[in-house]
C-alpha cells in the first residue's frame, strides 16, 4: 500500500500546479476551457484553491489555471484520505472538455488533462485495492483467522469506497441526485476510465448547472487575459445574483 500512495502524491503534487490547455487552438476555446477549470476550484469542495487563471500563451501552453501552493494542512489531509482529496483533481481535469464541450460541442486542448485525469484514477483504484488488501489482512491477524479475501473481493470493497467518495462530493457540490454517480451494481469494479468517465459527470453538472457564470468568466478572460481569484468570485456572484433575479421576474 505504501508503494501505490507514495505514486498517487507524487502525480497529485506534480498535476495541482496548475491546469493548462496546448497552445494552438482559438483564443475563445482557450478562454472557455481555463474558465471551466477555474470555477471547478470554486464549486467543488477539497478543490485546489485558486489563485489566477489566463489566456496569455507561454511556450507550449495557451493558457494556464494556476493554483495557491498546499498547505501544511492540505498535504496531511492528502496523506490521510488520498482518495477523497485526490478526486477533486480528477473532476478539476476534466472541467476543460466540459466548458468548450459544453459551449461549442467539441473540445480541443484535452490531451495533457486526459492523460494526467486517467493517471489519478488507475493510481487511485490501485491504492484502494492495496488499502483492502492491508486492511483485510490486519482484520485476519487481529482475529487470528486465516481466512483470504478472493480478488474480486478485494475489487468490490474498493469499488464501494471510491464511489463512496465520489457520491459525497457530488452532493457537497450541489449536484442534481448525486446518489446517481457511480453504479448502484455491488458486484462492478471501478476502472479508471469508468472513475474518469463519472468525474466527468460531476463537472459537467456543475458547470451545466453555473453556466452563466462560465459564460461570464470566460469572457472577462477574453478581455482582459488574466484574472485572479477574487475577480472570479466576484463574477460568479454577480452571476449568481443574476440568475436569481430573472428567476424572480418569472414569477
Same mark, same amino acid.
Request: aromatic fraction near 6%.
Given at each position: ?10 502525480l ?10 496546448e ?25 485546489? @484553491?485558486? *489563485? ?6 507561454? %511556450? !507550449?501552453?495557451?493558457? =494556464?489555471?494556476? +493554483?495557491?501552493?498546499?498547505s ?10 488520498p ?12 472541467a ?8 461549442f ?14 493517471d ?18 490486519l482484520?485476519?491477524?487481529?482475529e ?8 474480486k ?17 457530488a452532493? @457537497?457540490? *450541489?449536484?442534481p441526485s448525486?446518489?446517481n454517480? %457511480? !453504479?448502484?451494481?455491488? =458486484?462492478?469494479? +471501478? ?19 453555473n453556466r ?11 478581455a482582459?487575459?488574466?484574472l ?22 418569472r414569477?
Amino acid at each position: 500500500m505504501k508503494n501505490s500512495l507514495k505514486k498517487l502524491l507524487l502525480l497529485v503534487g506534480l498535476v495541482s500546479a496548475t491546469c493548462f490547455v496546448e497552445a494552438g487552438w482559438g483564443l475563445e476555446s482557450t478562454a472557455y476551457h481555463e474558465a471551466g477549470h477555474a470555477l471547478l476550484s470554486l464549486f467543488v469542495p477539497q478543490c485546489r @484553491s485558486l *489563485d489566477r487563471v489566463n489566456i496569455i500563451p507561454n %511556450g !507550449s501552453t495557451a493558457g =494556464e489555471c494556476i +493554483y495557491l501552493p498546499m498547505s501544511d494542512e492540505e498535504k496531511g489531509r492528502l496523506r490521510d484520505q488520498p482518495t477523497s482529496q485526490a478526486l477533486p483533481l480528477i473532476i478539476g481535469l476534466t472541467a476543460g472538455r466540459v466548458a468548450e464541450e459544453l459551449v461549442f460541442g467539441r473540445a480541443d486542448g484535452y490531451q495533457s488533462d486526459y492523460k494526467y485525469a486517467t493517471d489519478l484514477a488507475q493510481l487511485i483504484c490501485n491504492y484502494e485495492i492495496s488499502f483492502s488488501a492491508e486492511r483485510d489482512f490486519l482484520i485476519q491477524k487481529k482475529e487470528n483467522t486465516a481466512k483470504e479475501f478472493s480478488a474480486k473481493q478485494l475489487h468490490v470493497a474498493s469499488s464501494e469506497r471510491i464511489r463512496g467518495h465520489l457520491r459525497n462530493l457530488a452532493k @457537497s457540490a *450541489d449536484c442534481p441526485s448525486p446518489y446517481n454517480y %457511480g !453504479s448502484n451494481d455491488t =458486484e462492478q469494479m +471501478y476502472s479508471s476510465n469508468q472513475l474518469v468517465k463519472d468525474c466527468y459527470q460531476v463537472a459537467t453538472d456543475v458547470l451545466r448547472k453555473n453556466r452563466m457564470a462560465l459564460d461570464m468568466v470566460a469572457q472577462k478572460l477574453l478581455a482582459k487575459k488574466e484574472l485572479n481569484a477574487n475577480q472570479v468570485r466576484a463574477l460568479v456572484h454577480n452571476a449568481t445574483l443574476t440568475a436569481n433575479c430573472r428567476m424572480h421576474s418569472r414569477l
